[in-house]
């Protein structure tokens, strides 16, 4: 008794920081679960790789789906959203070997819209689902395959600062094009441009006033050191912003120069604009009989 009230003692505070309001709690969906045969192998946990055999009905009774039929089990990580919300928390508790069926309400499902010609809109759906294997992975973020265009891109362009003779940072192909220099500057510009897109949208006037700064002529000539010093800041700065970015904000709708995409797209579209000028500095050490680093 005396431990339930020094436990209400110690919860009463934090109550005491959230206005009240008035009304009645309502209940909007429930996920329901049966089990159906217990398992006794190991324990499903967070983050796992799930091994899973499944068979998806409609509430009229029409099967959708089923992985027995194909003879062929469905893998997925659970948290990665890689499948409906119903999965992702349908095989708490279970253990390998296990067997149970999902019932699993529209909300957590395919939403209001369905799926294609399958899933009418507002389903709801019932999964048998058996967990046949389960496995531990690394922590991988969820933007990992953007962090490893990010580095692959950020060795070279480091590789070939450090390598290029010091008396062709001032090289240009013509009149009013980019010196070496000055693209290499450029990137890093563009990197600290990119990065005010990472956790939000910025208004159109700003994306302007950003891209017009990443465009603006440089008034002096950089040394090699600062230029190295530049890209490396640069390119840590968007990987640290990049590495805690969950699937949800990478997912997030985003209108950007003109076109309706996600900050994934953004990202992507980062990626292929660095390329783009990595190509032009290729094309640079080319004209001037230099083999890139990372080529020889």
């Known amino acids: 008794m005396k431990y339930a009230v020094l436990l209400f003692t110690l919860i009463l505070p934090a109550f005491a920081q959230i206005p009240p309001v008035q009304g009645e709690p309502q209940e909007l969906f429930k996920m329901r679960i049966i089990d159906v045969e217990p398992g006794t192998g190991a324990a499903a946990a967070a983050g796992q790789r799930y091994k899973v055999h499944y068979t998806g009905w409609l509430h009229d009774g029409t099967k959708f789906d089923s992985s027995r039929d194909r003879a062929e089990p469905l893998t997925f990580i659970q948290g990665r959203r890689q499948?409906?919300?119903?999965?992702?928390?349908?095989?708490?508790?279970?253990?390998?070997?296990?067997?149970?069926?999902?019932?699993?309400?529209?909300?957590?499902?395919?939403?209001?819209?369905g799926s294609g010609k399958v899933i009418p809109p507002k389903a709801d759906l019932i999964f048998d689902v058996e967990l046949l294997g389960v496995e531990d992975m690394p922590v991988t973020p969820a933007a990992q395959e953007i962090l490893d265009g990010l580095s692959s891109l950020e060795k070279k362009f480091l590789s070939m600062a450090e390598s290029l003779p010091a008396d062709k940072f001032s090289w240009r192909p013509g009149e009013g094009v980019r010196s070496f220099g000055e693209v290499f500057r450029h990137i890093g510009n563009d990197n600290r441009m990119w990065l005010a897109v990472v956790s939000k949208t910025p208004e159109p006037e700003e994306v302007r006033k950003m891209d017009a700064e990443a465009n603006a002529p440089q008034t002096r000539i950089y040394t090699r050191e600062e230029t190295l010093a530049d890209l490396r800041e640069s390119f840590d700065a968007v990987r640290k912003a990049i590495e805690p970015l969950r699937a949800g904000n990478l997912g997030a709708d985003v209108k950007m120069f003109g076109m309706n995409t996600t900050r994934r797209g953004l990202f992507i579209l980062f990626l292929n604009h660095a390329s783009e000028h990595l190509g032009q500095l290729i094309a640079y050490e080319r004209v001037n009989g230099i083999v890139p680093p990372w080529s020889k």
Do not use: C, N, S
């Open 83 to 113: 499948v409906i919300a119903g999965w992702e928390t349908g095989f708490a508790g279970m253990k390998v070997g296990g067997k149970r069926r999902l019932l699993i309400p529209y909300q957590l499902a395919y939403g209001d819209k």
